[in-house]
């Protein structure tokens, strides 16, 4: 049986789409600002009883990507990027160096 927490971290559903921004956001992983005009990484899910909603730059989008490689493709919650990184010792120019 999965615990609250498990659940929380795995999505009932998730939807994945990359619009350009129509106005400024801020990115839930650097805390940057999305500006007018650039592409971004947009989900929306259900995690747990929670409805929710992320707005990524595409940077912290590739960041991600090859860190959750990093860690053998474990739950990485959003916003808990930059401090998982500094928990594993791991920095954004190695993760880019990766192929």
Do not use: Q
Not at 12 to 31: D, F, G, I, M, W
Not at 69 to 91: A, D, W
Request: net charge neutral; glycine share 6%.
């Amino acid at each position: 049986m999965k615990t609250e927490t498990e659940d929380a971290l795995v999505p009932k559903y998730v939807r994945t789409t990359n619009p350009t921004a129509h106005k400024s956001h801020e990115c839930c992983e650097c805390l940057g600002t999305i500006n007018v005009g650039e592409k971004y990484e947009y989900v929306t899910g259900l995690w747990g009883t929670k409805h929710d909603w992320f707005r990524t730059c595409l940077d912290c989008t590739l960041v991600r990507a090859r860190f959750s490689r990093y860690i053998n493709y474990e739950e990485l919650p959003f916003g808990s990027l930059r401090e998982r990184m500094r928990k594993e010792k791991v920095t954004e120019s190695e993760l880019l160096a990766m192929p």
